[in-house]
């Protein structure tokens, strides 16, 4: 079931007034929660509900062994095991076999491996990064072991649990049991996101993918170098205004709910290097890759050269969390590669000569090595990838003063005047937070309305509850 569907809109109305309606009990909320989570996870599959019930299991038993030998080795491998371990199992089998087979038939070995044929439940990449920050922090001593119905909500709560945003243990649990009774948070803010949310979604991330983005990447060879350029252009727009439109969307009903979850976007495409972007992008991730990953490896504490691969390494991870495939990894490096440039740059330029338009400038340039990176994780194949790339490369001057290279310009200038643009539209969202909440849900209702009726027809999918 769609978070954006009708039937979402209207189930969730029935159980936010039962839901509110038992505020004076924390543990019948956190029931209806519960059962709420479990029921929009079968909505997609039994068998994603089974794996999540049985993940759950596994992560409990697991924490309690971390209680009772905290910073063992053997507690931090186990942990490892079972996320690399449910991994392989549901998302990177085929990918894993086919390159061992592909490995051995270059030696003359002819070998096959057996492939288990298993559906890909639906958030296990989420939920499985929320059990390494439990258990983590249980063998750093930071939480003690949870109930397992506290923990089987903070893994199953579903406004994060299809596409995050990426929890950590120690504020969400502290959300789950708290020391006070639940109150709805900042009412107008959460109708705000909510409403924001629906307008990139079905107005913005929905025209994009039909009219510059889908037919552009299905069959590149039957358009211009301008209008390919055009679609890369699209979809970095599209992938900004899906994912961040579901960031506010889950944000908003997690605020009606009680909850805060963690910031998620802060307008990534006014970043002026790559180390900004992805300090405003995927910010949950992000944080996670750093604590979790890159710092385990050793972060920067050898020296630059071992910072920069550790960096990379953390990056390759990154890429191949978000799908088993050769792109996926290419777009993983290419960031890495970028990232340590970028710091190395640092350390040969410590005091970059500052002229007029440098910040446009960095800026502009960021965008564009973002954009080229997403050609590889849009793309389904390498072959692809590289027919876009060598498609745009074939750009002439002559086809910048076509329509649609008037087209392309007004892309640039939209990423140009990006900071300026939200520095008129955030004092004017803030205004509208300021009004009684009782002035919100009719005229919200006619706004959503109005979007849904003047967007395309159906309803847009969630790009990142693929991954």
């Known amino acids: 079931m769609s978070f954006l569907s009708i039937e979402f809109g209207l189930c969730f109305i029935l159980f936010f007034i039962v839901y509110w309606s038992l505020c004076w009990s924390l543990r019948l909320q956190n029931a209806l929660l519960l059962v709420a989570s479990y029921a929009l996870v079968s909505s997609f ?4 509900l089974y794996i999540l019930l049985g993940y759950t299991e596994l992560v409990y038993l697991l924490g309690l062994v971390g209680a009772r ?5 053997f507690s931090y491998l186990l942990v490892v095991l079972l996320v690399l371990g449910f991994f392989y199992l549901f998302k990177y089998q085929e990918f894993v076999t086919s390159g061992v087979q592909g490995a051995l038939a270059s030696v003359g070995v002819a070998f096959s491996l057996p492939v288990l044929q298993v559906l890909v439940p639906i958030g296990l990449s989420f939920y499985a990064f929320h059990s390494v920050s439990y258990l983590v922090s249980i063998n750093r001593r930071e939480l003690p072991s949870a109930s397992p119905f506290d923990l089987a909500l903070y893994l199953a709560f579903f406004p994060s649990l299809i596409a995050g945003p990426v929890n950590r243990a120690i504020p969400m649990l502290a959300q789950i049991r708290p020391h006070t009774l639940r109150q709805v948070l900042e009412p107008q803010r959460a109708m705000g996101l909510i409403a924001l949310a629906v307008v990139k979604l079905f107005f913005c991330s929905a025209w994009l993918a039909s009219q510059w983005v889908d ?14 350029l055009l679609s890369v252009y699209g979809y970095s727009f599209l992938i900004y205004f899906n994912f961040s439109g579901y960031t506010n969307l889950v944000t908003g009903i997690a605020l009606l709910l009680g909850f805060r979850l963690p910031e998620n976007f802060n307008a990534p495409y006014a970043a002026h290097n790559l180390k900004e972007f992805w300090a405003r992008w995927h910010i949950s991730l992000s944080l996670f890759i750093r604590d979790y990953v890159y710092i385990p490896l050793g972060g920067n504490r050898h020296g630059v050269w071992r910072g920069n691969l550790n960096m990379l390494l953390a990056m390759l991870i990154s890429g191949l969390w978000h799908g088993a495939s050769l792109n996926f990894v290419i777009w993983g490096a290419l960031h890495g590669l970028g ?3 970028y710091k190395a740059s640092t350390y040969l330029l410590p005091q970059p000569m500052r002229w007029p338009g440098a910040g446009l400038a960095a800026r502009l340039l960021t965008f564009h090595y973002v954009a080229f990176a997403w050609i590889f994780f849009r793309t389904a194949s390498l072959d692809e990838a590289m027919d876009m790339v060598a498609g745009i490369a074939d750009i002439s001057v002559s086809g910048v003063f076509s329509p649609t ?29 300021r009004l009684p909440w009782q002035f919100h849900p009719l005229p919200l209702g006619v706004f959503v309305s109005l979007v849904i009726f003047a967007s395309q027809s159906g309803v847009p999918g969630f790009i990142y509850a693929s991954f």
């Open 45 to 48: 599959s039994l068998e994603s």
């Open 339 to 341: 990232l340590a440039v």
């Open 69 to 73: 030998y905290p910073g063992r080795r």
């Open 215 to 228: 037919p552009v990447f299905e069959t590149p060879g039957s358009f211009t170098p301008e209008q390919m």
């Open 405 to 433: 290279g008037l087209c392309l310009l007004a892309c640039v200038l939209y990423v140009a005047v990006y900071p300026q643009m939200l520095a008129l539209l955030r004092p004017c969202l803030a205004a509208t937070t």
